[in-house]
């Protein structure tokens, strides 16, 4: 099957030959849970392992996606560190489910929560998709039968992240997903490119342009944190396609560059505010600092702040909000536990919004403006997949821009595209912007 997919076969063909029994897969393993007790540096290279792993049943309402490539989240980061607690428990929830959620309770799990790749089973249930179409993988794992999903699907109790929340995730040569996860795969775009986009670059949606978020408009002033991460890059390119203004917030003089390539002109670098205490940004005088530094930038205070780093930022996020300006909080790598000025919320009308992942519209909405090269993938890296411990520990101590991809079935870079002219018109160097900044590992 893998040969056939990678020779290009037909869809009478795929659905001719069997699918293998046993398949290599990133995994965690249960017993290893208590692996980083005690000890500062949870490296997540000791923890994340290729095995080879059987081959799930297929459930009625989903498909077998051969994957060609994936990419490293912080969820992975997180669930290779066994923190904020093992992801075993939400495989143990889902088990005490039955059913084919039952599938889901084994003593390894296969993670990642970003996918490219082509369908090669369907369930008999399947009704928009087809063997042989090429799709990207929506991280949003929902339950199409509760009330609250058709209202939004993240809305749904049982609403879980793919991957990291359930299992048979897509840091794999073979991945089970919903058929209510899957997209078109962009056709200007190669496997890993694609594979890159959809957690990342639809969360920020949600939370810059979705009614459910923060609804910028033109001329907001944006502070984005970590601008030229996954989550960031996307804010960036997002803020500037829908007329505001920028504010990016990095930690080297490199990586100010890399937004310059991007069109933000408005870049802070944080060692600066820092100057070498990595505690001021949650004292008073850290918060004055940074806020004097974006009106020097721009002229104002900030509209939206785009927080996603939690404990070390979100006091400076609160304090900078312009009077009725919004923080919108989709994660918090730092540390959950935050602690700000409450004053400087109530007294000043702002407000905090949580954001959690986006539904399939969203999703959809934003894999169009990849296919149509309004946003670029924000891809620098590429490994293979036997090397996931180290994409992952490049993602875990932040050395990395943009987002890390990892190829699966995919034999190398740069395949996948189907529609030679559309990249064209897109254009080669800003598909590549974030890959001048540091090279491929993966070696030809």
């Known amino acids: 099957m ?129 063997v042989g179409d090429h799709v990207v993988v929506s991280p949003v794992y929902v ?19 793919w991957g990291f929340e359930t299992n048979f995730g897509g840091l794999a040569h073979y991945a089970i997903v919903r058929a209510s996860q899957l997209m078109a795969k962009p056709a200007a775009l190669t496997w890993e490119e694609a594979a890159v986009n959809p957690l990342c670059a639809s969360t920020a949606y949600r939370m810059l342009v979705s009614d459910r978020g923060a609804q910028m408009k033109q001329g907001d002033v944006v502070l984005v944190w970590g601008a030229t991460g996954g989550l960031g890059a996307y804010a960036i390119q997002l803020v500037i396609n829908g007329g505001g203004i920028p504010v990016g917030v990095v930690n080297s003089a490199e990586k100010a560059e890399v937004l310059g390539s991007l069109g933000c002109k408005a870049v802070i670098n944080r060692n600066d505010i ?18 004097k530094a974006i009106r020097a930038a721009v002229g104002e205070d900030p509209h939206i702040v785009f927080e996603h780093v939690g404990k070390k930022t979100f006091a400076a996020s609160v304090f900078v909000a312009r009077r009725g300006g919004t923080v919108v909080t989709c994660g918090s790598s730092t540390g959950y536990e935050h602690s700000y000025d409450n004053r400087y919320l109530w007294m000043r009308l702002k407000r905090i919004i949580g954001s959690h992942g986006a539904n399939l519209h969203e999703q ?16 620098s890296r590429t490994y293979r997949l036997d090397e996931v411990g180290e994409a992952a520990r490049s993602v875990q101590t932040n050395n990395h821009i943009g987002k890390v991809g990892v190829l699966c079935l995919a034999a190398g870079p740069g395949t996948g595209v189907t529609d030679p002219d559309a990249r064209a018109r897109i254009d080669e160097r800003r598909l590549n912007a974030f890959r001048t900044w540091t090279q491929p590992s993966f070696n030809n």
């Open 2 to 130: 893998s040969d056939a997919v990678l020779a290009g076969a037909d869809a009478a063909d795929l659905e001719s030959l069997p699918v293998p029994d046993y398949f290599p897969a990133a995994t965690v393993r249960e017993a290893d849970v208590n692996t980083f007790q005690n000890m500062d540096d949870k490296d997540v290279r000791k923890s994340l392992f290729v095995d080879q792993v059987p081959m799930p049943e297929l459930a009625p309402d989903e498909a077998l996606i051969a994957v060609m490539a994936s990419s490293i989240n912080y969820n992975t980061v997180w669930t290779a560190m066994f923190e904020p607690l093992p992801t075993f428990q939400f495989l143990k929830q889902m088990g005490k489910n039955g059913g084919w959620d039952a599938r889901h309770d084994l003593p390894y799990q296969i993670v990642g929560s970003d996918a490219a790749g082509v369908i090669v089973r369907t369930g008999s249930s399947v009704r928009r998709w087809k």
């Open 143 to 161: 339950d199409e039968q509760e009330p609250d999903t058709h209202r939004d699907g993240m809305l749904g109790e049982g609403q879980k992240a």
């Open 274 to 291: 820092e100057e070498g205490d990595p505690t001021v940004l949650q004292r008073p005088d850290g918060w004055k600092r940074l806020g």
């Open 364 to 379: 959809c909405e934003v894999n169009r403006l990849l296919a149509l090269g309004h946003l670029v993938p924000a891809l």
